[in-house]
């Protein structure tokens, strides 16, 4: 199965994505269906915390919330590990329900990893392939609260544009 990639043209650089469609198909459906819309262009990084990890893909610089697709069911017990460079899909309590929102770990974080129906983590659904220079750069932006949110990058970091590329 050809591996299908997505490249994130951020305001700090490009990030690759190599989707894993076999350990996620449901996620990775719903994460190529809002790239092909063009839904992440012009959206934020808005939560940002060094030795964990960078969220985005939900709210635009003026820290409006996008509308979305229906939530998605949790894949987290894919066998696939929450670590530095992955991208997880992001998600209230509720397991099932991710939308449009993802963010990629900027350390190993165990604790984000499916246990069992109690602790259902969350879903990976790839991995940084290229770079992870750019993710640790955005990790590392000086952060404040705005709208009651927290660790919101002072200077937005924007996703100027998400392109699914060839291998």
């Known amino acids: 199965m050809e ?5 994130l043209q951020t305001s700090m650089g490009n990030i690759v994505i190599e989707l894993n469609e076999q350990a996620a198909p449901v996620t990775v459906k719903n994460f190529l269906a809002y790239v092909e819309e063009g839904f992440f262009d ?11 990890m960078i969220q985005g893909g939900g709210f635009t610089v003026k820290m409006e919330r996008k509308q979305t697709r229906e939530p998605i069911i949790n894949e987290a017990k894919n066998g696939l590990s929450n670590e ?14 991710a939308t449009c929102q993802f ?25 940084t392939i290229e770079g992870m220079d750019i993710v640790d750069a955005i990790a590392s932006v000086k952060t404040t609260t705005r709208n009651d ?19």
């Open 3 to 7: 591996k299908k990639m997505v490249k």
């Open 42 to 52: 012009g959206t934020i990084f808005h939560r940002v915390i060094p030795n964990f």
């Open 84 to 97: 530095r460079g992955t991208i997880a899909i992001a998600r209230r309590s509720d397991p099932d329900s």
């Open 103 to 127: 963010f990629i770990n900027h350390v190993d974080n165990d604790v984000l990893n499916y246990v069992e129906n109690g602790n259902p983590g969350y879903t990976v659904f790839g991995k």
């Open 149 to 167: 949110m927290e660790d919101v990058p002072v200077e937005p970091v924007t996703i100027q544009s998400a392109k699914v590329v060839p291998e």
